[in-house]
């Protein structure tokens, strides 16, 4: 039985060759058959990759908002009580594991208070119900998991964000921008502006905790995406989706990177090539 | 109000906070400007210059402070007393700076039109593209070839001397009546010092600006002044125009200052230098600021402090010499040239 | 160092205290042992209670028990895989730097491609072949990934103090290179590489107790605080003290740890010239944030 298995799914031939044969089918966009679910594995990820993209994008973007801005408000005026306080509350999120965050926050907001829906994406019956009750729905299934990847992420870009603007706000040039009538607002600009730099670099750098973040976060919260689909593969021995997802996972890192890169370029024209 | 001076600076003192108490960095400096005139403020690192530049415009950074009693007096408003609005409106307007180092007063990540167009954009009416226009054209009228491609670089993709020319254009552009330019050639190649300077000039013949031009360097004084002023350790120590300064220094100071330019052909073995230091702000001497440092300290010099005396019209020296020349002789140590 | 940080860092450095004492004395301390299974009828999933502080678990298990027997576990793991990671980065970061020339290149590329997987999906990869992990194992998983980073720090560290004057100089004066090593790098090194190995122990103390609590780390019935988790995961509304227990344990040390990494950091930071500085904000070049999240 084991034997008709193994000639089947090609794990007789040397390892080597499995290995040449598994590129060749990578190039040309085939990702092999799944022993679990009897599918192409293509397929099974091209259902997983938009729910995880909608986590990652949405924390993605909150975190880049809410971090530089509550780093710029930082910024401006360093070593004072908000400042002190943000700090310490910066920290502690910051040092907190995704995983602990997402369990602490599923067991106080669902399981005691029952404000926000425990798992999935979707609440069983909401096929049924009209469309704005189940935007609703998938609104509130999306909370707990984006602000758990988010809360994190965004205390790093804060942390960078801060220390550019506060460094930033003493360079000479904001004291030209003052020399010429500026108004505060505008001189804050520009010195905002001059301090994106570090912060567009760290956004690169959390890029990759967000991707690894998302594993434990979607098991967690039962959510259906690139993460729970790896797990699972995991235990249901499914190799050809494991190889296939820390291949994924680790080229969508290097893009993401690769883009990261190109913000920095636009954000200093130091950067760009003469 | 026509004869009265364009700026009128009258008991200047800034004071830092340090750990023994309020220490005086410029210690009760008076000066005027009239409409149109070119002065220089010359002094060594330290003795308060730029200071007393950046208080004009009451941009002392903190914790410095420009002390109760100061006052400041420009085209017949009070500096000191303005309200947050009028004082904003007339930074980059009436009054204009120019800075020492464009590289790092320069914004890294605007071009320098968007940067030029901004300060016109701020004190008028003008529109993004009127704005643009004129800060092309000012580009222009500062000897910057091409000026429609410069204004959409960087400041870093510019020469030393083009963002010098930026600076001043970004200073001129609002047709200030004022221009204050601090040490605007000191980081220059002496090449385009040169052409730093003629540029001022022109532009002053053009306009009919005043101009206050801060400088360690007795060379840019001869090209560019009409009146000195000297400066050391927080005070003014002679004010003369500029013919009589170089013909005549009354204060040890300015001589040794004069003294110390290397001559081309006067034989010369050793360069002649003052001897000592500038005393920082905390380590002043008692009575004569500079008795330290003078061949011809005598003893009235450790006593008081000695008061800005008349020397001849429009000349003036903060030196007991003045009312007892007869003393002015080495008391042991070398004389001046 | 402001007070507040000060008072931060003295909890942090209690805790931590606390918990190596805890986790020596664990199996004086534990009323049971942490695989005992006790009354299997009524001793099932209780709720805290004076004889079982942290409740029990499906199991009948003593979860307090095996929460201070997770301690153990933790830190040791946590320690040994820092222990490990700094000596290689350590090792390979300063040998690079000091063989120089093509050799640098070379091991420089091969940090990069080692940087650009993400650890957890390398740790995830390695775990889903390897059935039984065992705590050394585990130890070496943790310690052989996560020194990429800190050995790029080294080496540029490295670098930076063989281009130094005072080390030309004495090269050229014949000191011999073993000798330059023991007084020169080493004490360069340290500062450097006992704020990542805190920074580590945080790290890896969290990856254990997540990969644990996927079910791919330590495995059942060893208590350690991920597999604790891993046992309360179904029945986190109503067995929350599986959860709450061991994840705030998980969380005060992983914030212990990191506090004690920021007060080396700045303490350190005040002898050496702060990276932060406006220089680097004119330039382009921004420096690399220390190793401090997986």
Not at chain 2, 40 to 51: D, F, I, T
Request: net charge neutral.
């Amino acid at each position: 039985m084991r034997a008709t298995y193994r000639a089947r799914y090609g794990f007789d031939d040397p390892l080597i060759v499995q290995y040449v044969r598994w590129l060749g089918m990578l190039l040309s966009g085939d990702l092999g058959w799944s022993t679990w679910q009897q599918r192409p594995v293509l397929t099974m990820f091209a259902e997983a990759l938009p729910n995880t993209l909608l986590l990652v994008g949405v924390a993605m973007t909150l975190s880049v908002v809410c971090g530089v801005a509550l780093g710029a408000w930082q910024g401006a005026h360093p070593g004072s009580l908000r400042d002190r306080v943000a700090s310490t509350v910066s920290f502690v999120v910051y040092a907190v594991p995704e995983f602990g965050l997402a369990l602490g926050l599923l067991l106080i907001f669902s399981e005691w208070l029952h404000w926000l829906p425990a798992t999935g994406m979707t609440s069983e019956l909401s096929m049924y119900q009209p469309v704005t009750a189940r935007w609703l729905d998938r609104l509130r299934h999306l909370i707990l998991p984006v602000l758990s990847l988010t809360a994190i992420a965004s205390t790093i870009v804060a942390r960078y964000q801060r220390l550019a603007m506060r460094d930033t706000l003493s360079l000479p040039f904001v004291q030209t921008a003052r020399a010429y009538g500026l108004p505060e607002s505008r001189v804050r600009r520009q010195a905002w502006r001059a301090s994106l730099l570090p912060v567009i670099t760290v956004v690169g750098l959390i890029l990759p905790s967000l991707v690894t973040g998302t594993v434990f976060v979607e098991r967690v919260f039962g959510w259906p995406g690139m993460g729970m689909l790896l797990l699972d593969a995991i235990f249901k021995r499914d190799y050809a989706v494991v190889t296939a997802g820390i291949v994924l996972g680790s080229a969508m890192t290097a893009f993401a990177t690769a883009l990261a890169d190109l913000a920095r370029e636009a954000a200093d024209p130091r950067l760009r090539p003469a | 109000m026509p004869d009265s001076p364009l700026l009128d600076v009258h008991a200047l003192h800034i004071a830092f906070p340090s750990v023994e108490g309020k220490v005086r960095a410029v210690d009760g400096v008076s000066f005027t400007i009239e409409r149109g005139e070119s002065v220089c403020l010359v002094g060594e690192s330290g003795c308060g210059k730029s200071l007393t530049a950046l208080s004009l415009l009451r941009l002392v950074p903190s914790p410095g402070a420009i002390e109760a009693g100061s006052q400041i007096t420009f085209d017949g408003h009070d500096v000191m007393g303005m309200a947050d609005e009028p004082l904003r409106a007339m930074r980059g307007h009436r009054m204009a700076m120019i800075f020492q180092e464009p590289m790092t007063a320069l914004n890294p990540v605007l071009t320098v039109g968007d940067q030029i167009a901004e300060v016109v954009r701020v004190h008028s009416a003008a529109t993004r593209k009127e704005a643009w226009a004129r800060a092309v054209a000012m580009l222009e009228q500062v000897g910057i070839a091409d000026p429609g491609a410069r204004a959409t670089q960087y400041p870093h993709e510019l020469s030393g001397g083009m963002r010098q020319r930026v600076m001043i254009a970004m200073a001129l552009i609002m047709g200030p009546t004022l221009v204050i330019a601090d040490e605007p050639t000191t980081a220059l190649d002496v090449t385009i010092q040169a052409q730093i300077l003629d540029l001022l000039r022109a532009m002053r013949e053009k306009t009919g600006m005043a101009l206050l031009l801060i400088t360690h360097d007795l060379g840019v004084v001869a090209e560019m002044a009409s009146r000195v002023i000297v400066m050391y350790a927080g005070r003014v120590v002679e004010e003369a125009p500029v013919e009589a300064l170089f013909r005549a220094p009354t204060h040890p100071y300015t001589e040794g200052l004069l003294a110390a330019v290397p001559r081309m052909f006067a034989e010369q073995e050793r360069l002649h230098t003052i001897p000592g230091s500038v005393p920082p702000p905390d380590a002043w001497p008692t009575g004569c600021k500079f008795r330290d440092r003078c061949a011809y300290a005598f003893d009235r010099c450790a006593l008081e402090e000695p008061a800005l005396v008349q020397v001849a019209s429009a000349h003036r020296a903060r030196c007991h010499l003045v009312q007892e020349p007869e003393r002015r002789h080495a008391q042991g140590a070398e004389a001046g040239t | 160092m402001p007070s507040a940080d000060r008072r931060g860092l003295h909890r942090s450095v209690a805790w931590l205290g606390l918990l190596v004492l805890t986790a020596l004395a664990a199996p004086w301390l534990s009323p049971h042992a942490p695989t005992a299974q006790l009354d299997l009828l009524t001793l099932n999933s209780r709720a805290p209670s004076c004889a079982h502080p942290f409740g029990t678990d499906a199991y009948s298990r003593d979860v307090f028990s095996r929460v201070l027997h997770g301690a153990r576990i933790s830190l040791f793991v946590g320690l040994a895989a820092a222990a490990l990671n700094v000596v290689l980065a350590g090792v390979y970061g300063a040998g690079a730097a000091l063989a120089g020339g093509g050799v640098e290149r070379a091991m420089r590329r091969l940090l990069e491609v080692g940087l650009s997987v993400p650890r957890v999906l390398v740790l995830l990869a390695v775990t889903a072949f390897w059935d039984q992990l065992s705590v050394p194992s585990l130890v070496f998983l943790l310690g052989a990934t996560g020194w990429f980073p800190v050995a790029r720090i080294v080496a540029d560290a490295t670098a930076a103090l063989v281009r130094q004057d005072f080390v030309v100089a004495a090269r050229a004066t014949g000191v011999p290179a073993l000798r330059l090593l023991r007084v020169h790098l080493i004490p360069h090194l340290v500062p450097l590489l006992s704020v990542s190995a805190t920074f580590e122990v945080a790290n890896a103390i969290a990856l254990e107790t997540g990969l644990s609590y996927l079910g791919l780390g330590l495995q059942p019935p060893t208590a350690s605080w991920g597999t604790i988790l891993h046992d309360g995961a179904s029945t986190l509304g109503t067995s929350w003290w599986l959860t709450v227990f061991p994840g705030l344990a998980t969380v005060l040390t992983v914030l212990a740890c990191h506090a004690m990494g920021d007060a080396l950091r700045d303490l350190f930071a005040a002898d050496h010239v702060a990276t932060g500085s406006t220089s680097t904000l004119l330039s382009p070049v921004v420096p690399v944030p220390p190793a401090s999240r997986p």
